[in-house]
T-cell receptor
Framework: QKEVEQNSGPLSVPEGAIASLNCTYSDRGSQSFFWYRQYSGKSPELIMSIYSNGDKEDGRFTAQLNKASQYVSLLIRDSQPSDSATYLC????????????FGKGTHLIIQP | GAVVSQHPSWVICKSGTSVKIECRSLDFQATTMFWYRQFPKQSLMLMATSNEGSKATYEQGVEKDKFLINHASLTLSTLTVTSAHPEDSSFYIC????????????FGPGTRLLVL
């Protein structure tokens, strides 16, 4: 049974600070990892994808992957109130042929 | 690009009726679409994988005779909830993967189903 674990939070971060979100996964065969943002009542929106060990940066977002530790993280720099949402970590161990396995999500609150 | 639509966005129905939800990829072709369900304050759970021109693959615990999936074209998959009951009330979300081999899944806006 593939599992993706996240701290449900809420994680409260002051505006302008760095928000750090963490995720661990159980399937060592997983190759692809994704971070989605979900606002209340809405469907998930892709933030970042990462496939290789190391860091991947896109604007204010940095994803980090450590396959040896089975650990994925997302850093949000210069946090804004609009970043307040639930962040879902997901993995795809089927090479795209299978659906994603999601964590339960971390509720992030950016305090103005 | 990579837009996925769903219709309807919300539906209220009586117990025992059937409800059809459509998922369309608007600007790309999708040989594979996925159907997820999300209950309040829970994460998305994969229900089934829909492949164009073949039978859907259902996850363990999902009744294939209750949740009928049809993927008749490269841009359309439908999910029919047959004989819906209140416990089927949920947020149903589809996603699509384009045929160009990218692994990213693009999600539709979701359909909120309330069964009375």
């Amino acid at each position: 049974q593939k599992e993706v674990e996240q701290n449900s939070g809420p994680l409260s971060v002051p505006e302008g600070a760095i928000a750090s979100l963490n995720c661990t996964y159980s399937d060592r065969g997983s190759q692809s990892f994704f971070w989605y943002r979900q606002y209340s009542g809405k469907s998930p929106e892709l933030i970042m994808s990462i496939y290789s060990n190391g860091d991947k940066e896109d604007g204010r977002f940095t994803a980090q992957l450590n396959k040896a530790s089975q650990y994925v993280s997302l850093l949000i720099r210069d946090s804004q109130p609009s970043d307040s949402a639930t962040y879902l970590c997901a993995e795809d161990s089927g090479g795209g042929a299978d659906g994603l396995t999601f964590g339960k999500g971390t509720h992030l609150i950016i305090q103005p | 690009g990579a837009v996925v639509s769903q219709h309807p966005s919300w539906v209220i129905c009586k117990s025992g009726t059937s409800v059809k939800i459509e998922c369309r990829s608007l600007d790309f072709q999708a040989t594979t679409m996925f159907w997820y369900r999300q209950f309040p304050k829970q994460s998305l759970m994969l229900m089934a994988t829909s492949n164009e021109g073949s039978k859907a693959t259902y996850e363990q615990g999902v009744e294939k005779d209750k949740f009928l999936i049809n993927h008749a074209s490269l841009t359309l998959s439908t999910l029919t909830v047959t004989s819906a009951h209140p416990e089927d009330s949920s947020f149903y979300i589809c996603s699509a993967r384009d045929t160009m081999g990218q692994e990213t899944q693009y999600f539709g806006p979701g359909t909120r189903l309330l069964v009375l």
